[in-house]
């Protein structure tokens, strides 16, 4: 069976301080992946999406960057965090056909202080 | 991007009662699909129904109906003989296969199970 592992579950970073959350699937091949945040009020914001190595696609232009190094490793990164950068973050996959759901980790709760 | 608009930020249902929460989204295709998530207060996102836009028929699941109007662009979600479990946030959601599978959500619903 298909598993996603999402990390850290919670993580407080100071303001210019680079960030790096990791998210991994298992038991699947060439899956799209998605970065979302989760703020309160505004539900899942699409941050990225990628839909195989190396190919990232960005819905917002922002202070995050995503990187997908592996098939089935997706990474969000900061070089430097603003305060806006916390929020709740998911990272999720889908099989590559038409109609298929979306499967999401357990999430990230970044607080920068 | 598109659009997925859930103008209901609350709402509450007595328990054993049915509850209908409100979705609309905006596109200009005609081949998509919908999804109604549902996120308990333990984060973890699951799929609740799904349904495709080629299909008139609406979906059902168990307690979980939605009635869709493709051409008015409304999906709602209809739960009957709410239960306790079913508290959570709400979230519709939007797929087209065409753009990488790009799902969009709406802001979400709080819905609350009174006993």
């Known amino acids: 069976s298909q598993t996603i592992h999402q990390w850290p579950a919670t993580l407080v970073q100071p303001v210019g301080s680079p960030l790096s959350l990791e998210c991994t699937v298992e038991?699947?091949?060439?899956?799209?992946l998605y970065w979302y945040r989760q703020a309160a009020g505004r539900g899942l914001q699409l941050l990225f999406y990628s839909v195989g190595i190396g190919q990232i696609s960005s819905e917002v232009p922002q202070n995050l960057s995503a990187s997908r190094p592996q098939d089935r490793q997706f990474i969000l990164s900061s070089k430097k965090l603003l305060l806006s950068d916390s929020g709740f973050y998911l990272c999720?996959?889908?099989?590559?056909?038409?109609?298929?759901?979306?499967?999401f980790g357990q999430g990230t709760r970044l607080t920068v202080v | 991007a598109q659009t997925v608009t859930q103008s209901q930020p609350e709402m509450s249902v007595q328990e054993a009662e049915t509850v209908t929460l409100s979705c609309t989204y905006d596109?200009?295709?005609?081949?998509?699909?919908l999804f109604w998530y549902k996120q308990p207060p333990s984060r973890q996102m699951i799929l609740v129904i799904r349904?495709?836009?080629?299909?008139?028929q609406n979906a059902t699941e168990n307690r979980f109906s939605v009635n869709f109007q493709k051409a008015a662009k409304s999906f709602s979600l209809k739960i009957s003989d709410s239960q306790l479990g079913d508290a959570a946030m709400y979230f519709c959601?939007?797929?087209?296969?065409?753009?990488?599978?790009?799902?969009?959500f709406g802001t979400g619903t709080s819905l609350t199970v009174i006993p």
């Open positions: 999720a996959w889908s099989v590559d056909r038409d109609g298929t759901e979306a499967f």
């Open positions: 349904q495709e836009a080629y299909k008139q």
């Open positions: 959601a939007y797929a087209e296969y065409y753009t990488g599978n790009q799902f969009y």
């Open positions: 596109t200009s295709e005609s081949d998509y699909y």
């Open positions: 038991g699947t091949s060439n899956p799209n």
